[in-house]
């Protein structure tokens, strides 16, 4: 099954940008599953089990980190990638 996710990110620093690149490039550097990043979010696509897996392993270092860090996601049940143009 597809699913894709949409992932907003609030470190809760002054530095923030760099705790949100630092996490885009770690999802980025899963082959099973691709990506779109704008200006307010990331999104992922692929298979179930490949995505929650890429979940886990990313954000629970994010989480042991001494910085407080807000994370909004949505999921569905569907492969949205793909573009609009």
């Known amino acids: 099954m ?3 996710v949409e992932i ?3 470190p809760l620093d002054e530095n923030f940008g760099e705790h949100i690149l630092n996490f885009i490039k ?3 550097s899963h082959p099973n ?3 779109k990043t704008n200006s307010m979010s990331t999104q992922i696509f692929g298979e179930y089990e490949d995505v929650m897996t890429l979940l886990q392993k990313e954000m629970k270092p994010v989480f042991e980190d001494k910085i407080k860090t807000v994370m909004v996601m949505k999921f569905i049940n569907a492969d949205l990638d793909y573009n609009f143009e």
Request: net charge positive; proline share 0%.
């Open 33 to 35: 599953i691709s990506s």
């Open 26 to 28: 770690k999802i980025k």
């Open 2 to 4: 597809k699913i894709s």
């Open 8 to 10: 907003s990110m609030y």
